[in-house]
C-alpha cells in the first residue's frame, strides 16, 4: 500500500500539519498553491459531510441541507475511493480532522486513522507544552513517529 | 443485510434527471436531492482536481456509516449513483452492466427521449423497480410492497 500524503485540520479549518511522501501530480496543476490546496482539501471534506448527513437513508429527521451539522451527531462519510486513490477521513468530536491519501487498493483503515489521533498526534502534539492550539505545528517527533508507525506496518 | 436505497441518474451538466427510491421513502424532497445532485457532479470535480496521482476521474464510492454511494461515471460524463447498503456485494458490476443496460436499452433508444433532459420513460422505470426487486429476492432482502 502506498501512502501519498497527510493533513490535520482543526474545527476552525486551519491546516496545522501536511505531510507527503508520495505525490507524483504536484500541486501546480491540482489546486495551484499549497495554501489553496490545503483549503481545497477542507472545503471538500466539509462538504462531502453535509452530502452524507443528508443523504442517510437511516436518518430519523428529515434532513436539512443547509443546517449546521454538530459533531458526532450525524451519519458521516470515513473514505472515499477515486480512481486511483484513496482518501481517508477521521474526525474527533473536538473537531480535529485527520486526512490521509493512500493508493485506491487500501483497505478500511479506521483503526490507522484512530491511531494517528490518539498515540501519535495525541501523544506528540497535545501533550507538548509548548504547542499552541489553532497554529501551525511542525514538530519532528511527531513526524518521525508517523514515519516508524506506518514503516511499521509496512506501509511506506 | 444487503439492499439498494436509491438510483440517481446526473447529466453532464450536473443536473439530475432521474431518481427512484427502494426499500423506503427518501425523507429528502425534491429541491433537496437537485441540490445534492449538483453538489455530488462539484465534489466529483475536485476530487479529480486534488489528486495527488494524474490522471484520476473523479469519484467512485464514496463510504459512510450507513451507507454506501457508488458512481459510475460513462465516457460521455453521465453519472449514474447508487445509494447502497454496506453489505451489499457487487454494485459496481450491477451499476454498470444492469443499471447502464437498461437505460441504454430504454432511454437512449426511445426515440422521443432528448438527451440531459430529465427522464421520463415508463419502461426503464418499470423494468428498473423489476430488476431491483429481483435483486433484493437475491439477497433475502424484506421489502414493504408498494
Known amino acids: 500500500m502506498v501512502v501519498h500524503n497527510i493533513y490535520v485540520f482543526d474545527r476552525e479549518g486551519v491546516c496545522l500539519y501536511y505531510h507527503e511522501w508520495l505525490r507524483p501530480k504536484p500541486v501546480r496543476d491540482g489546486a495551484g498553491t499549497q495554501s489553496d490546496d490545503q483549503k481545497?482539501?477542507?472545503?471538500?471534506?466539509?462538504?462531502?459531510?453535509?452530502?452524507?448527513?443528508?443523504?442517510?437513508p437511516k436518518s430519523k429527521s428529515n434532513a436539512q441541507l443547509g443546517a449546521p451539522l454538530r459533531i458526532g451527531e450525524n451519519c458521516s462519510f470515513y473514505s472515499f475511493r477515486a480512481s486511483n486513490y484513496k482518501l481517508h477521513f477521521y474526525e474527533t468530536l473536538s473537531g480535529l480532522k485527520i486526512v490521509l491519501n493512500t493508493d485506491e487498493n487500501a483497505n478500511d483503515l479506521r483503526e490507522l486513522m484512530h491511531y494517528i489521533y490518539a498515540s501519535i498526534y495525541v501523544e506528540y502534539v497535545t501533550k507538548n507544552p509548548l504547542?499552541?492550539?489553532?497554529?501551525?505545528?511542525?514538530?519532528?517527533t511527531f513526524t518521525s513517529a508517523l514515519n516508524k508507525h506506518l514503516r511499521l506496518i509496512g506501509q511506506l | 443485510m444487503p439492499g439498494i436505497y436509491s438510483v440517481f441518474i446526473i447529466n453532464k451538466s450536473g443536473g439530475l434527471i432521474f431518481n427512484k427510491d427502494f426499500l423506503r421513502p427518501s425523507n429528502l424532497n425534491l429541491n433537496d436531492t437537485l441540490r445534492l445532485a449538483s453538489i455530488w457532479h462539484s465534489l466529483h470535480a475536485i476530487a479529480a482536481q486534488l489528486a495527488p496521482n494524474p490522471g484520476c476521474t473523479g469519484i467512485d464510492a464514496l463510504y459512510a456509516d450507513t451507507f454506501t454511494l457508488?458512481?459510475?461515471?460513462?465516457?460521455?460524463?453521465?453519472k449514474f449513483l447508487m445509494v447502497v447498503d454496506p453489505n451489499t456485494p457487487d454494485i459496481d458490476t450491477i451499476l454498470r452492466t444492469m443499471v447502464y443496460e437498461l437505460y441504454n436499452n430504454y432511454v437512449l433508444k426511445n426515440p422521443f427521449y432528448e438527451v440531459e433532459m430529465p427522464v421520463r420513460c415508463e419502461l426503464f422505470d418499470t423494468n428498473l423497480a423489476a430488476s431491483v426487486a429481483l435483486l433484493h429476492r437475491r439477497w433475502g432482502v424484506i421489502t414493504a410492497d408498494r
Open chain 2, 70 to 78: 457508488h458512481c459510475f461515471q460513462t465516457l460521455t460524463g453521465t
Open chain 1, 131 to 140: 504547542n499552541e492550539p489553532g497554529k501551525p505545528f511542525n514538530y519532528d
Open chain 1, 40 to 56: 481545497m482539501m477542507f472545503g471538500l471534506f466539509f462538504s462531502l459531510k453535509t452530502f452524507a448527513a443528508a443523504m442517510d
